[in-house]
């Protein structure tokens, strides 16, 4: 578990520097997802010696993370009854409590993403309504999407093509045949 020193300023400098690091890999492929596309991951991740599995998980936690989660904690911040320290409590537990989602994707070779989701948790502190929590979240949102997006471009699901689609009688008939021998 590595150690991120507690952000101190508030959340609009926290949003600032998330939007920087959109700026930074809005058009142009990071460094960090360029040395994933090409199997080096710095933290050793990926069983058997194989970056496989890494891809397959920041495909689905990006994904998850990104356009589900912090989705969902954007419409409930909405909700006249959700009180904004409920909404900090509930994002903090998804996201960094138990299991720090943001840790676990630095881990698979997102460099800086549990340094700026650690930021962003610390910066929930500073904000004092739910508009300024939908300003820090969005933006902590889209560059966690914008990051799927890049994984998700240079995943090789041309691998797929090794798992079709199986018929119930092709089922079937490797079943009668595996009863045979």
């Known amino acids: 578990m590595s150690v991120i020193k507690k952000f101190e300023g508030d959340w609009r400098e926290a949003k600032a520097i998330i939007e920087k690091e959109i700026d930074r890999v809005w058009f142009n492929e990071p460094e960090e997802i360029q040395k994933i596309r090409w199997g080096v991951i710095d933290s050793g991740a990926g069983s058997g010696e194989q970056s496989f599995s890494v891809l397959v998980h920041l495909e689905a936690y990006l994904m998850l993370v990104g356009a589900d989660v912090m ?64 300003q820090l979240t969005g933006a902590m949102m889209t560059y966690v999407i914008r990051m799927h997006r890049w994984i998700h471009f240079i995943f090789p699901w041309n691998l797929g093509v090794a798992f079709p689609h199986r018929k119930p009688a092709e089922v079937l008939s490797i079943a009668k045949i595996a009863a045979n021998t």
């Open 71 to 134: 989705y969902r904690f954007l419409k409930i911040s909405q909700y006249e009854d959700m009180e904004l320290k409920t909404l900090n409590r509930m994002t903090r537990e998804f996201l960094t409590g138990t299991f720090n989602v943001f840790e676990f994707m630095t881990d698979l070779g997102i460099t800086n993403m549990h340094q700026i989701g650690q930021m962003y948790s610390d910066a929930l502190d500073t904000v004092s309504t739910k508009e300024e929590y939908v």
